[in-house]
């Protein structure tokens, strides 16, 4: 009888791996080329994009707003200036300007001779000078005012001086808290056609009926 020797399989190597094996963990350390590593930062950017746009459009829209305030103002301002109101009112009233120890400036002097005309033509039954002094004055403008009309054929009882106020809101004031208390209202106020509107805007706030010429 022929002897047989049986003999177990000697075991494989643990280190030794199939080729599907090594082939798919070497696919695995290797980088995936069909992803961009742009695509990690295209998020962001475009977040930042989109807020740079709306910046820039804000910023657009509030100096286009800006420029319609600017532009808008300097109409009124011109179409005011341009305006030469007389109704019939209850006094013309001529802001205060420089003088000169009791001469009216060359400003003034306009104002006075544009009062004068409005009276004339019957536009109110009075004139109101107003204005007050520069420490060591002698005279108000107010004062000078009403002397040089009353030298030009106006009588004294039609001019009323109102020797107050260092600026034009507290000559307004001035004026509207004497002509409240003759019961007057509206007034046509004579000054430079460029400080026409801003005149007005504060004998409206003070509670005249106020137009300028």
């Given at each position: 009888?022929?002897?047989?020797?049986?003999?177990?399989?000697?075991?494989?190597?643990?280190?030794?791996?199939s080729t599907r094996e090594r082939h798919a963990e070497t696919a695995d350390d290797e980088p995936d080329e069909s992803v961009d590593p742009d695509d990690m930062h295209a998020a962001p950017r475009g977040r930042g994009r989109v807020f740079l746009r709306r910046v820039r459009r804000v910023v657009v829209w509030t100096l286009c707003a800006l420029l319609a305030v600017v532009l808008g103002t300097a109409t009124r301002v011109w179409w005011v200036a341009r305006q030469d109101a007389r109704?019939?009112?209850?006094?013309?009233?001529?802001?205060?300007?420089?003088?000169?120890?009791?001469?009216?400036?060359?400003?003034?002097?306009?104002?006075?001779?544009?009062?004068?005309?409005?009276?004339?033509?019957?536009?109110?039954?009075?004139?109101?000078?107003?204005?007050?002094?520069?420490?060591?004055?002698?005279?108000?403008?107010?004062?000078?005012?009403?002397?040089?009309?009353?030298?030009?054929?106006?009588?004294?009882?039609?001019?009323?001086?109102?020797?107050?106020?260092?600026?034009?809101?507290?000559?307004?004031?001035?004026?509207?808290?004497?002509?409240?208390?003759?019961?007057?209202?509206?007034?046509?106020i004579v000054t430079d056609p460029w400080h026409a509107l801003r005149s007005r805007s504060m004998a409206r706030a003070a509670g005249l009926d106020a137009s300028t010429s």
């Amino acid at each position: 009888m022929q002897r047989t020797d049986f003999r177990f399989p000697a075991p494989r190597p643990a280190c030794h791996e199939s080729t599907r094996e090594r082939h798919a963990e070497t696919a695995d350390d290797e980088p995936d080329e069909s992803v961009d590593p742009d695509d990690m930062h295209a998020a962001p950017r475009g977040r930042g994009r989109v807020f740079l746009r709306r910046v820039r459009r804000v910023v657009v829209w509030t100096l286009c707003a800006l420029l319609a305030v600017v532009l808008g103002t300097a109409t009124r301002v011109w179409w005011v200036a341009r305006q030469d109101a007389r109704p019939t009112v209850d006094a013309i009233l001529v802001l205060g300007a420089s003088q000169y120890d009791g001469r009216p400036s060359p400003v003034l002097r306009a104002r006075l001779e544009h009062a004068l005309a409005l009276y004339r033509e019957g536009v109110a039954p009075r004139i109101i000078t107003v204005g007050g002094n520069q420490p060591g004055d002698r005279f108000t403008e107010a004062g000078s005012g009403r002397r040089w009309l009353i030298a030009h054929e106006v009588a004294e009882t039609s001019v009323l001086a109102v020797p107050e106020g260092s600026d034009t809101l507290q000559s307004v004031h001035a004026v509207a808290e004497v002509m409240r208390g003759h019961r007057w209202r509206s007034v046509v106020i004579v000054t430079d056609p460029w400080h026409a509107l801003r005149s007005r805007s504060m004998a409206r706030a003070a509670g005249l009926d106020a137009s300028t010429s």
